[in-house]
């Protein structure tokens, strides 16, 4: 059975998805504002970000005393989403309020950024390293998913319409499936990797039963008083009229306990196998359903102080593949960033230093060591070129 870990604020935990006794196990305490998680299932690494603090931490599993690491500490005011490329060993974060897109080592080094223009509050992200691609919801004035290579290319808007509140993003990674969640349409959406053939998920098609249920069994309801006024009488009417009322309150109470748990804020979700995970700011709860059907939907596990991010933790969704990145770093001094292009890898250099004719080396006299480079500015001027 999965192990879910997700972020709840004050605390990264651990939770067994199909174990008999649902209880979460703290992997790290005293945090100020844990908002994203994700992890190397291969270091048995840990990342987080801290909004209040705003900061990228790190720990390990499986490790009595591990201490938490300081990954990025500065030029971040709100860092809502965080992804690990887990094979080209780098770090991925969205900042809500700084609106960029960014990318480190995975121990905060050589840090750029990606993208600085045309974001509006972007919020989560996710990675798809086999080809090259990265994922990202923005839920500004004009919401949207948009697509883009991993290296900062190819950049493409593929869903903007229907969508309003996209919080969380997710990869099915062996079936190429995006999903999200809209927590002001309450829905989970599900489409092609290119944004085509979308359809939703976990919908709240009860409710639309139920509305037509009420509305036929009040139609029929007044059919049978017009009748009894001119056959019966106003005796017949008004017992009518309360066992009408008594079926139309029946009716909401199955229909509440049907669609008890159903989607209220859904903030973050993942999967393993058919089965998909999300977390609700609403009921503070975390809860899964089959990924194709949306039906067999269950809670996980309630009663959470804030269950904000959530992943899998599982080799299964970090599979491994080689790339030319393992190979000296692919040729470059810095930034080896896997690309949708052949040959499907790009040599980058941090925010601020220009790349070299050749493709693969940072201007030396252009880069600066981490103790001598100054905090990276929370905001970008126009004139400024940030590739």
């Known amino acids: 059975s999965p192990l879910l870990l997700f972020a709840n604020r004050r605390d990264v935990r651990l939770v067994d998805a199909g174990g008999v006794k649902l209880e979460s196990t703290i992997v790290v305490s005293g945090l100020e504002d844990a908002a994203a998680v994700d992890f190397q299932f291969s270091k048995g690494a840990v990342y987080w970000t801290d909004v209040s603090e705003e900061a990228i931490k790190q720990t390990y599993l499986n ?36 609106n960029r897109i960014e990318v480190a080592n995975l121990n905060g080094t050589s840090r750029k950024v990606l993208f600085w223009q045309d974001l509006d509050q972007p919020r989560a992200i996710a990675l798809d390293p086999a080809h090259g691609y990265m994922y990202w919801t923005d839920w500004g004035e004009t919401p949207r998913i948009e697509r883009a290579g991993m290296d900062g290319s190819t950049r493409k808007i593929i869903v903007d319409s229907d969508i309003y509140w996209p919080n969380g993003l997710t990869i099915d990674l062996e079936e190429q499936k995006l999903y999200w969640a809209d927590a002001k349409l309450s829905f989970i959406h599900r489409a092609n990797l290119d944004g085509s053939l979308r359809m939703v998920m976990v919908v709240v098609v009860i409710v639309v039963v139920m509305m037509m249920v009420v509305g036929m069994i009040l139609l029929v309801g007044m059919i049978l008083v017009v009748g009894m006024v001119l056959v019966v009488g106003m005796m ?43 977390t609700d700011w609403q009921t503070r709860s975390i809860h899964a359903c089959n990924k194709r059907t949306g039906e067999k939907r269950k809670e996980i596990l309630s009663a959470l102080y804030s269950p904000m991010d959530i992943q899998v933790l599982s080799p299964e969704r970090q599979p491994y593949f080689h790339t030319r990145c393992e190979e000296d770093n692919g040729g470059c001094s810095h930034l080896c960033l896997l690309s949708p292009r052949e040959p499907f890898y790009a040599c980058a250099c941090p925010t601020g230093v220009r790349l070299q004719d050749n493709g693969q080396t940072c201007k030396a006299d252009e880069v600066v060591t981490d103790r001598q480079r100054p905090q990276v500015p929370s905001t970008l001027p126009a004139c400024v070129d940030a590739s």
Do not use: M, R
């Open 236 to 278: 017949a009417v008004v017992v009518v009229l309360v066992v009408l009322v008594l079926v139309v309150v029946l009716v909401v109470v199955v229909w509440q306990k049907v669609v008890e748990g159903s989607l209220t804020h859904p903030f973050a979700l993942t999967l393993s196998g058919d089965t998909l995970y999300w």
């Open 63 to 98: 490790q009595t005393g591990a201490a938490v690491q300081n990954v990025v500490i500065s030029g971040l005011v709100s860092p809502d989403g965080l992804a690990c490329d887990w094979v080209g060993k780098k770090l991925y974060w969205t900042d809500s309020e700084t």
